[in-house]
């Protein structure tokens, strides 16, 4: 593999990342002071209604769905994005298109999720619309994840 090289004046991270990097510090200091066991349910749903649409809408749903599918998951933040974890550990989150000015948002699962399957699997998913059959598709996926 070549290694690559940056010119000097060109950043390490881009804006965005460094907004990531800044608001997942604020979360890792709001958790050592409530405690990361605290109920973040308010704070998830305050972060998806900041979201421009269609970004939105596809947060809320998608945080319908999780809820729904399994209910044992904590909602939090991470890095910015709405997220839901188990046993303190991140499982699965949603990124929204804006936040790194993608085409499309994403649902990603991170790796304590139960989704093995044979010696290579997708872990993370574009999503542009919820149709029920996505939602169906995101329930299964996050049911077994959980599981």
Known sequence: MAATTRAADEPTFTEEERAAMKARST???????RGAAADQTAEVLEKIASFGEPDRALAQRVHEIVVAAAPHLAPRLWYGMPAYSKDGKV????KPAEKFKMRYATLGFEDPAALDDGTMWPTVWALTSITDEVADRIAELVARAAA
């Open 91 to 94: 499982l699965c989150f949603f």
């Open 27 to 33: 979360e890792v200091r709001a958790e050592r002071r």
